[in-house]
């Protein structure tokens, strides 16, 4: 129990919630950023534009079927040996956003798929174009109904930063091992405050997700 005590300082917790706020700010901008990006792939994918969706498809599916740790080290040490230079917090934040736009890509795609055809020819038949239906009939409604897999996918984005510790991303889990490094008896005290830490914002994340939901945005 003292160790406990001892683990959860002040000066100690004030240090990981530094750590914290650098895992809400890199899942916010990557979470914001790969919603964009998988909103405009996914469109992309759908619709079958000649050549582009194809090439679209084929880059989201190797991109899908790599690990992410893998981009975070291409980003951190790739980008740079093409002129590129990247500190871990950018780097970190580029390989969520392509790792996970390829994902948000995929979930737009079946979103806009499920939603019923007659949709879109009752929009057309009533005048509007086929961007016009898309924008106000069809997104609106598989939005809707992507919800769901959006939450999951995010609330992953969030736990995935802490693979980030590799390339030195001060966050969460990076700020814990400084801590319980300096003091191996403090690891079981920090990894059960960094999982509460982590639960309560992938938990106010869904929280605010079935909010969305219920209010039918």
């Given at each position: 129990m003292e160790t406990f005590i001892h683990a959860y300082s002040w000066i100690d917790i004030r240090f990981l919630l530094q750590g914290l706020w650098v895992t809400i700010y890199v899942s916010?901008?990557?979470?914001?950023?790969?919603?964009?990006?998988?909103?405009?792939?996914?469109?992309?994918?759908?619709?079958?534009?000649?050549?582009?969706?194809?090439?679209?498809?084929?880059?989201?599916?190797?991109?899908?079927?790599?690990?992410?740790?893998?981009?975070?080290?291409?980003?951190?040490?790739?980008?740079?040996?093409?002129?590129?230079?990247?500190?871990?917090?950018?780097?970190?934040?580029?390989?969520?956003?392509?790792?996970?736009?390829?994902?948000?890509?995929?979930?737009?795609?079946?979103?806009?798929?499920?939603?019923?055809?007659?949709?879109m020819e009752g929009a057309r038949s009533n005048g509007m174009t086929y961007m016009q239906a898309m924008t106000h009939v069809i997104m609106p409604q598989a939005l809707h109904k992507m919800v769901p897999s959006l939450l999951s996918q995010f609330v992953s984005l969030v736990k995935d930063t802490s693979l980030a510790t590799i390339i030195v991303l001060p966050e969460l889990l990076y700020h814990a091992q400084i801590i319980y490094g300096q003091n191996s008896t403090y690891l079981i005290p920090m990894y059960i405050i960094i999982a509460v830490m982590y639960f309560i914002v992938c938990f106010s994340l869904s929280m605010f997700a079935n909010h969305l939901q219920k209010t039918g945005w």
């Open positions: 916010l901008i990557s979470i914001a950023l790969s919603f964009v990006v998988g909103i405009i792939l996914g469109f992309i994918r759908y619709v079958k534009i000649k050549y582009v969706s194809a090439v679209v498809g084929f880059i989201i599916d190797i991109i899908r079927n790599l690990p992410l740790l893998l981009i975070i080290f291409f980003t951190y040490f790739g980008l740079p040996e093409l002129g590129l230079v990247t500190d871990p917090t950018v780097a970190s934040i580029i390989a969520l956003v392509v790792f996970e736009g390829a994902m948000v890509a995929e979930i737009v795609r079946s979103g806009i798929g499920a939603v019923d055809p007659g949709q």
